[in-house]
């Protein structure tokens, strides 16, 4: 068992590192100014346009590195850095949001697949901490089931959350892979600011992935349990 208990710690550190990294890379390409002058929210409506999608609305957000695609409203939601911003990281990461845009323009079906999973990899989050925390804290789990039913539930559980880490990685290295795509054929970057681009969206896809190897890893420990009793 402490062999995963380490592989877990490890993920964690690494996930955090990895957060790091993104925002360095983040700090330092919104200090590189584009070279066309176009902010990120022009960038994205200029995307938008290019690929003839009329309902879809940008906004702002409050925060850092907050931007997201929410395909419930058709909304693409820009930090305030990006949605201002005339710089290297604002064009990246907002064409990346785009990129989701475009994915439900077109059905794409590991945006789909993930849209569906959301409900159920949330459900399953709340039934984990509720369980974990009665359990630590002694809220009488052990009376009422049995430690194999438990440790089923925590499995059944996981598993839904590390489809869902599973799936996200296809849809944002694919949102990233049509965000340079665009930029470039567009000539909305030159060739210098698409490696720098490139770079930033690599980081930022680098945290999907330590997500979903944490999530099998916690995955792996919870059969380990249930495997050790048998």
Do not use: C
């Not at 290019?50 to 058709?74: C, E, F, M, R, W």
């Not at 990246?92 to 059905?107: N, Y």
């Not at 296809?170 to 970057?189: K, Q």
């Amino acid at each position: 068992m402490n062999f995963f208990y380490i592989l877990i710690i490890l993920f964690v550190l690494l996930g955090f590192v990895v957060q790091q990294r993104l925002k360095s890379k983040f700090n330092k390409y919104s200090k590189e100014a584009l070279g066309n002058g176009l902010s990120g929210a022009e960038i994205a409506q200029k995307m938008l346009d290019d690929h003839n999608i009329t309902d879809v609305k940008i906004q702002s957000v409050a925060g850092k590195l907050t931007d997201h695609y929410n395909p419930l409203d058709k909304t693409v939601n820009l930090s305030p850095e990006v949605f201002s911003g005339r710089s290297v990281s604002a064009a990246a990461v907002a064409a990346h949001e785009v990129g989701h845009a475009v994915q439900h323009a077109v059905g794409y079906q590991w945006l789909t697949m993930r849209s569906k999973l959301v409900p159920l990899a949330n459900f399953s989050g709340r039934i984990m901490n509720f369980v974990i925390i009665s359990m630590f804290i002694g809220f009488g789990f052990l009376e009422w089931f049995d430690f194999n039913t438990i440790i089923w539930v925590l499995i059944v559980a996981q598993s839904a959350i590390t489809a869902f880490t599973l799936v996200t990685l296809p849809v944002e290295y694919d949102a990233s892979d049509r965000a340079l795509t665009w930029l470039t054929t567009t000539g909305t970057i030159d060739a210098t600011e698409h490696t720098k681009a490139a770079d930033a969206l690599k980081w930022a896809a680098r945290t999907y992935l330590v997500a979903a190897l944490a999530s099998m890893a916690q995955l792996a420990y919870y059969v380990s349990l249930l495997i050790a009793r048998d």
